[in-house]
Every structure is written in structure tokens, then in C-alpha cells.
């Protein structure tokens, strides 16, 4: 008898089922799917897509009330920021920029939810999952 419940313990100890959350803390990585950009009234119009310090998407000079498919998906080893940038030339013929964050959000927890980020008239749907 005792025998069984020290194997019916040692069963339940290695095949415990584990929430998205505990999965990606145990393997260590998450996978990013950015589905799509809706601009309502955007601040600004040429908004840039990054995770870390790298642009997943962008674009110039967005429409009003318009919505774009980006379809990306990155998986990642560690925590990330996803963000929404708008770039502006300071000036055509120098090349340099004035870049403005718009919104920005950590990626450090994996879930089965769709996600949104929002800010300055945008609105980006995303989900993080465990690799």
C-alpha cells in the first residue's frame, strides 16, 4: 500500500500539467505573433513596429481609419518591449531622424490571449505563447 501511493505521488510530481505561463518560465523563451495595425485617428503617420531594437513592420503616411495585416511572428530567447515608433525626417537631405515612441508594452508573459497594445491612435493585436 504504501508502495503505490509513493509511486501514485512520484506520477503525479513528474506529469503535472502546466499553465502557458509556467511552460515559458520553464523553457525560457516566448514566441511573438504581431497580426495587425488599426489606425483610428493616428498622431502620428508613419508608424515603425519594433521588438527590442529591431522594426518587424512600417510604413508611411497611414490612413485614417484604415487597418493593415502584418502577419509576423518572432520567437525570442528573453524578455522583450514590443513598440510603436513614429519616424519623421528631421530633414530630407540630412537622413537623420526624429523618432517618437508611441506606445510600448514588456513581453515577458505568454498567455492564450489575444493582445493589445494602444496609444496615439493605433491599435496593435498581438499574442505571446511559449516556445
Known amino acids: ?41 493616428p498622431v502620428q503617420k508613419d508608424p515603425i513596429i519594433m521588438v527590442g531594437t529591431t522594426p518587424i513592420f512600417m ?8 487597418s493593415t495585416y502584418i502577419s509576423k511572428e518572432i520567437c525570442l530567447d528573453s524578455d522583450l518591449t514590443l513598440s510603436i515608433w513614429d519616424r519623421d525626417f528631421i ?3 540630412s537622413g537623420n531622424y526624429d523618432d517618437v515612441i508611441i506606445a510600448f508594452v514588456n513581453l515577458s508573459n505568454a498567455s492564450d490571449d489575444m493582445k493589445y497594445l494602444v ?8 499574442s505571446v505563447t511559449p516556445d
Open 119 to 126: 496609444g496615439g491612435g493605433y491599435t496593435l493585436s498581438y
Open 59 to 66: 510604413t508611411t503616411n497611414i490612413s485614417s481609419n484604415s
Open 1 to 41: 500500500m504504501l508502495k503505490d501511493r509513493t509511486l501514485e505521488n512520484f506520477n503525479k510530481q513528474l506529469f503535472t500539467e502546466l499553465t502557458l505561463e509556467e511552460a515559458s518560465a520553464v523553457k525560457g523563451g516566448i514566441c511573438l505573433k504581431v497580426i495587425n495595425l488599426e489606425a483610428k485617428n
Open 91 to 93: 530633414t530630407e537631405d
